[in-house]
């Protein structure tokens, strides 16, 4: 809280709203928001406490032991149903409501990426070559604040809310479907899913919203080029698949520019090239890696054939051979449109109309798309770059960081989309 010419203010940065006058006409057009920004914004110092916890302690995918044992007992200290070793390691938390009726899933993400850290912060991590360069931590920090507050309001809600800490997204084909495989949209049956995500992209204030298809497929593929070793100097003894694989690396690109529809959005990379031990030495095979993206789940569906008939053509053209494993990883993200629409309404609440905006579909990849294709869904960005802060590096980045004023936001959004879905 803050003093300001003599009236009191919540202290957060998206909106400075007096609750002393006209207390019962802010009261009367807002329902309970006031009383719900109030519990959160006591809960700050927890907030960001919790997301340093998390940030100096980082996991890897299906590594999370410490942070999963942290939410296990987090949520059982409020009383709640909990399972462990959800998909591995994620955890459940279950929140009964007075009265039964539909089931909503909050969810997080927990882990961690393989970056060495380059901030220069008390909270920098302490595990040499991990970091939570994404925001995940920040990500428990929320959800968690979120349980707490609404198992306080457990006593307004008419149906459950499962709070799903997910381990493994960001290694394909990620926990979201290990924990479906466990069954975790069952017992009781989850209605409707929501997630969140942290955006260096957006500013410190604002949410993005995205109608339809959000965030793409991704797949991972390696093909192995083989042909016939040889001396450097005399190529024409050998089959040299390394120049085989120049040639399959661009003709790879065919698949994007001649063999789609132009308004189909779609990328194929080659990440990896692996091949070869001395420079006049032609080697016997090269290892290409690599992803594919798509935001048309049926276009997702046919790129594994395009891709085999191009490299199967170049290799046939200059004698050599190939092997293609192609890993299907995560669908496409497509928000709900009905799901979407009530995140929008909250989300104007949250910040204001004019601080929502319409955020582009990307090419990046979240396996959330696991559960809103279980169920209807809906996925959006909470901003949290802040230049002056310095919280507007990329994600990946070695100087990711948050403004963890966005844990405030993040947190309402989930509290407040929890109880307009379950209002009675």
Known sequence: MIEQNGKTFASIDYGIIPFQENQEKYRKEHGDRMDIREEIASLKDELIALRRDFHMH?????????????????????GMDVTRGVGKTGVAGLLKGKEKGKTLMLRSDMDALPVQELNDVSYRSQNDGVMHACGHDGHIAMLLASAKILSRHKGELKGNIKFIFQPCEETMPGGAKAMIDDGVMENPHVDAAFGLHLASEIPIGKIGITEGAMMAAGDKFVIDIIGKGGHGAMPSLAVDPVFISSYVIQALQAIVSREVDSCDAIVVSIGMIEGGTAFNVIPGTVRLTGTVRTLNESLHREVPGKMERIIKGVCEAFRGQYKLDYQAGVPVLVNDAEKMKFVRLIAEQVVGKERVQDFPAGMGYDDMSYFTQAVPGAFYFIGSANKDK?????????RFDIDEDSLLIGTEMHVKLALGFLKD
């Open 58 to 78: 980082p996991e890897l995918g299906f590594q999370e032991l410490r942070t999963s044992k942290i939410v296990g007992d987090y949520l059982e200290n409020l």
């Open 390 to 398: 310095g919280t507007d590096y990329p994600h990946h980045n070695p």
